[in-house]
Every structure is written in C-alpha cells, then in structure tokens.
C-alpha cells in the first residue's frame, strides 16, 4: 500500500470510530475538536516514522535587483519552516530548501514581488512527500528594505525570526502546526494578521515595541501579557501604543488549540 493511501485511510478509521463511539454514548465530547486532535498525531507520527526533515536541500539565491522593497509570498505546505535575517544586503531571499523550490520574481516598479513554493505544490500534504531530504526550509531575508510578507503552511513547525526585518505587513496562515512569531524590532509600524487552524502559535514582541492585539477563536484559547498588553474592551493594548515610534496591529484568528502573546 502507498503511504499516502495509509495516511487517509488511518485518518478515516480514527474519524469513524469517534463518531461511532460518540453516537453510542461511550464517549462525551467535542467531536471536531477530537477529530482535530486525531489529525495532529496522525500527521505527528508520520513526521516521526519519515524520519524527519534532513539538513540537506538546494542552495537558492533570488537578489534584490536594486528594489526598494519587496513582496514576498511563500507557500510551504508540509514540514519545517525556519526563517531570519539574510546576511548579504545585495540579496533579497538566501536559504537551503529540502524537497527543492520553484519561484517566480517580478520587479514591479522599485518593489520587487517573489512567490515560492515546493515543487508541485500544493500536492505535497503529507509527511511522506517531503522526498529524502525533507521539506525542511531555512530562509534569510533582506533586512535593509520594507518587507510585506505572507506566509502558507499545512503541517508544519515554523519559526519566524523577524525581530531584525523591516516587515510592514505580515500575514501567516497555518493548518495543524506549531508556530512561533518574533515580530519586528525596528520597524516604525507593522500590521499583522495571523489566521490557524489546529495550532499552537507563540507571538514574541520585543521589549520596545508597542502592540494592539486583537484576538477571535472557536475554541482556541489565548493568553497575553496583560502587564504589557491590559485588555480594554476586548483589546489587548500598550498604554503608549498612540504615541510609540515602534509598535504592531496584530489581528489573530484561531480554530482549534492555543496562542501566547508576550
């Protein structure tokens, strides 16, 4: 049997016995959120039985083209996303991508707009696609120009390290994964919008950086720094956000699982 085929087939059998089990009074509980549950350790065990992301992938360098900022929109579907300050300023996106990577640069004026994605997304959904290496991406990103920046994963364990970027615009969207954000240090203004499914997202803010955080969850449950951020009317907020040089509007909405904002 193809690994694949035995993925959906433990995904369905898992599904139906908790429907079968809920319809017969054996069990009590919030069948979506049980379902949820099932789809994060069967996805879980098969990252373990893939072995797991390996070091190695193709070495891509997209430059900058001389553009005064960029869009950038990447699409990873399943694995490891990790991602930090490039350290060539001439380059835009400098990383080592297991699976490999398609792309597509456009300069459009003084901004340069680049969209990335495995080869053949968006069929890679399960662990076992990955290839040998894995799907296990690390990308550095030009710290020197504004950045508008969206993110798309399925699967994953992504760790976003944008503390030294200039991101003007973030937007994150994630499945059944772990997410960790750092969000911009020297940016002047950054507006952020993080959407998850069956996810656990951590959200750092650096120290000198004001926030306005907005928060929607079916039953995610969410927990802020309220010694930084004192909720006011079901806003999470700096006392100086107003007046701030450096502050983030981070809008967050979540299904299932849990965010921590600090």
Same mark, same amino acid.
């Given at each position: ?43 879980? @065990?098969?990252?373990? @039985? %893939?072995?797991?992301?390996?070091? +190695? ?51 459009? +004026? ?6 990335? %994605?495995?080869?053949?997304?968006? =069929? ?34 992504? =760790? ?17 994964? %772990? ?9 002047? =203004? ?32 969410? %927990? ?21 040089? =450096? ?9 299932? +699982? ?5």
């Amino acid at each position: 049997m193809r690994r694949g085929g035995l993925f959906w087939g433990i995904i369905l059998l898992l599904v139906g016995l908790l429907l079968l089990l809920s319809n017969l009074g054996v069990i009590a509980v919030d069948i979506w959120s049980a379902i949820w549950a099932v789809l994060l350790i069967v996805v879980g @065990l098969g990252i373990l @039985l %893939s072995g797991g992301p390996g070091t +190695g992938g193709e070495q891509v360098t997209i430059p900058l083209e001389g553009a005064t900022g960029a869009s950038l929109r990447v699409r990873h579907g399943a694995g490891r996303l990790r991602v930090g300050p490039a350290a060539d300023p001439e380059v835009l996106v400098g990383g080592t991508f297991g699976g490999g990577l398609d792309y597509r640069t456009r300069l459009i +004026g003084d901004e340069l707009d680049v969209e990335m %994605s495995p080869p053949g997304f968006p =069929h890679v959904i399960t662990p076992w696609n990955w290839g040998r290496e894995g799907l296990g991406w690390r990308i550095g990103l030009n710290s020197g120009v504004p950045l508008s920046l969206v993110f798309e994963t399925g699967a994953s364990e992504a =760790h976003l390290d944008l503390s030294e970027l200039r991101v003007t615009n973030l937007q994150l969207e994630t499945g059944a994964s %772990s997410v960790s954000v750092t969000l911009p240090a020297g940016a002047d =203004h950054t507006q952020a919008r993080i959407e998850a499914g069956a996810a656990s997202v951590s959200v750092r803010v650096p120290p000198e950086v004001a926030a306005r955080v907005r928060f929607e969850g079916g039953l995610a449950s969410i %927990s802020v720094d309220q010694g930084r951020f004192p909720r006011t009317q079901g806003v999470y907020q700096s006392p100086d956000y107003d007046t701030a040089q =450096h502050k983030v509007d981070l809008d967050i909405r979540a299904g299932v +699982g849990s965010v921590d904002v600090r």
